[in-house]
T-cell receptor, first 111, second 113 residues
């Protein structure tokens, strides 16, 4: 089976930076997605990495190292509205649309 | 605004009932998915469909079936509901290019009693 690990919970202060790590051991790898899910709502897309390196999108950045089976999502200048669950998902094959998800990391932002 | 709509937000069904969960997308997407989401386990793929009348099993298909008669609609069927199928069910759709994002519905919280 696929093994995608991320921390269960993280807490940070408003204005701070938080890094959510995701490690994966899967039978194939094509790319890695990050989704955000607020409580009671649908997951929404944040980022997609297929090549090694850092992709920056405003306050959010995502990093991928294919050789290490590792990714992180970096949230800068945290705001209260960033309190949510963050889901790491791996696309296994280049011709396949299925995703394997980690269990998600719940981030709580405190004032 | 793109939309994936699930027919119910909350459902309560009895053990042994046949249950239908409906999902409609308005983006003309080829791919549609059904996931269930449980605390500590994340999203697990039940079934997906890459075209009308085409379906493929996901990681946990036992006890479920699906139907896709039209491109915009993907139904999940619990043939005989059991208490261990109490969960949040999420439908998603995506376009025909690998790496494009999936759009999710709001979810149906199903309780089987």
């Amino acid at each position: 089976g696929q093994n995608i690990d991320q921390p269960t919970e993280m807490t940070a202060t408003e204005g701070a930076i938080v890094q959510i790590n995701c490690t994966y051991q899967t039978s194939g790898f094509n790319g890695l997605f990050w989704y955000q899910q607020h409580a009671g709502e649908a997951p929404t897309f944040l980022s997609y990495n297929v090549l090694d390196g850092l992709e920056e999108k405003g306050r959010f950045s995502s990093f991928l190292s294919r050789s290490k089976g590792y990714s992180y999502l970096l949230l800068k200048e945290l705001q209260m509205k960033d309190s949510a669950s963050y889901l790491c998902a791996v696309s296994l094959r280049s011709n396949d649309y299925k995703l394997s998800f980690g269990a998600g990391t719940t981030v709580t932002v405190r004032a | 605004d793109v939309k994936v709509t699930q027919s119910s937000r909350y459902l309560v069904k009895r053990t042994g009932e046949k249950v239908f969960l409906e999902c409609v997308q308005d983006m003309d997407h080829e791919n549609m998915f059904w996931y269930r989401q449980d605390p500590g386990l994340g999203l697990r793929l039940i079934y997906f469909s890459y075209d009308v009348k085409m379906k493929e099993k996901g990681d946990i298909p036992e006890g479920y079936s699906v139907s896709r008669e039209k491109k915009e609609r993907f139904s999940l069927i619990l043939e005989s509901a059991s208490t261990n199928q109490t969960s949040m069910y999420l439908c998603a759709s995506s376009g025909g290019t690998v790496g494009t994002e999936a759009f999710f519905g709001q979810g149906t919280r199903l309780t089987v009693v």
